[in-house]
């Protein structure tokens, strides 16, 4: 099946992207250790972040009405391949270009999309990925943090693990239980977004054996969201993930 699918080369208006970022990359990153810039990946570097913002490469693919550069999956491409070929750290602004950024322009509300799309797109805020829990892993239908409906909007509860940059994020998407039961499996499964200064929620930093600490779990207690804060329908949690996933 792979050897059907054909070749392509990039657009050349898109390949024309890699000499700039290139100079910018070495422009900013100039002598750099090799061992910082070998943590590539996990480098949460929001000044540089912001940067990489204002030269409007962050939501490079986002519609122009939100901020972004309404450019096409290649120029991402270009920029991706050259910010971790240079040990750029990438990190404060992955997750929220990458996935959550996608997510609320797939499935939110105008207004969830007017309020975070641009912020995003100007590295005003970060956003991180609540999905691993203790006791289940990757094994994402188990999980049993859950957010209780109430008259102001929802009560979370729960406990996340294993989620990279929470410490330094603004925002979290987390994947939690909104009706139902956990021997459910992928029914009553919704995605809300967390703001990660409220009351009630507890950051701990995981120190792996380098040192490192991008690693987190994230504890809440009886936190507080608003209505706004569901992506899309209660229950369709689950058609989100695998949709972006695939």
């Known amino acids: 099946m792979l050897s059907s699918l054909p070749l392509v080369s990039l657009p050349p208006a898109d390949e024309a992207l890699r000499p700039v970022v290139r100079e910018f990359l070495d422009d900013y990153l100039g002598a750099r250790p090799r061992h910082v810039l070998a943590r590539s990946w996990v480098g949460f570097d929001a000044d540089f972040s912001r940067a990489l913002a204002a030269k409007g490469w962050v939501g490079l693919t986002f519609p122009k009405e939100y901020g972004g550069g309404g ?107 909104t009706s139902g039961a956990p021997e459910d499996r992928n029914k009553g499964l919704s995605q809300i977004i967390v703001d990660l200064s409220l009351p009630g929620i507890d950051i701990r930093p995981i120190r792996d054996m380098g040192g490192d600490a991008h690693f987190n779990e994230i504890f809440f207690d009886n936190v507080e969201l608003g209505e706004e804060a569901l992506v899309g329908t209660e229950g369709g949690g689950w058609q989100q993930v695998t949709s972006e996933l695939a």
């Open 71 to 177: 450019r096409s999956a290649f120029a991402r491409f270009v920029l991706a391949e050259e910010l971790l070929n240079a040990g750029a750290p990438v990190y404060a602004h992955w997750i929220a270009d990458r996935q959550s950024g996608p997510l609320i322009l797939k499935y939110g509300t105008d207004a969830q999309k007017e309020f975070f799309i641009p912020r995003i797109c100007r590295g005003e805020i970060f956003f991180c990925i609540g999905m691993s829990e203790p006791g289940a892993g990757s094994d994402l239908a188990s999980v049993r943090s859950r957010a209780t409906k109430t008259d102001k909007g929802w009560l979370l509860n729960g406990h996340k693990i294993w989620t990279s940059g929470a410490k330094g994020c603004d925002y979290m998407v987390a994947l939690v239980r």
